[in-house]
């Protein structure tokens, strides 16, 4: 009977050290999935952030332009 005890014992505590492990790997996946999806979301302001530049700077005459220089 102790043995059979002993060997339930032992089967819980490796139940339990096997829950543990998969719950650490799963909020290590939630943790490395968050952070992803902050890049991502970092990386897609970035690049509307740059087209928004782009359109902003585009109409600007350039110094070297001449009707501009008449102007003066």
């Keep these: 009977m102790r043995n059979v005890e002993r060997m339930t014992s032992v089967k819980s505590e490796l ?3 096997f829950m543990s492990m ?3 790997e799963h909020a290590q996946r939630r943790r ?3 952070q992803r999806s902050l890049r991502a979301r970092r990386g897609i302001e970035l690049h509307r952030e740059f ?3 782009s359109r902003d700077i585009a109409p600007l005459p350039d110094d070297d332009d001449p009707q501009e220089s008449e102007l003066h």
Excluded: G, R, T
Aim: hydrophobic share 50%.
């Design 22 to 24: 998969e719950v650490d």
């Design 15 to 17: 139940l339990d050290i």
């Design 51 to 53: 087209q928004k530049l």
């Design 32 to 34: 490395s999935a968050a």
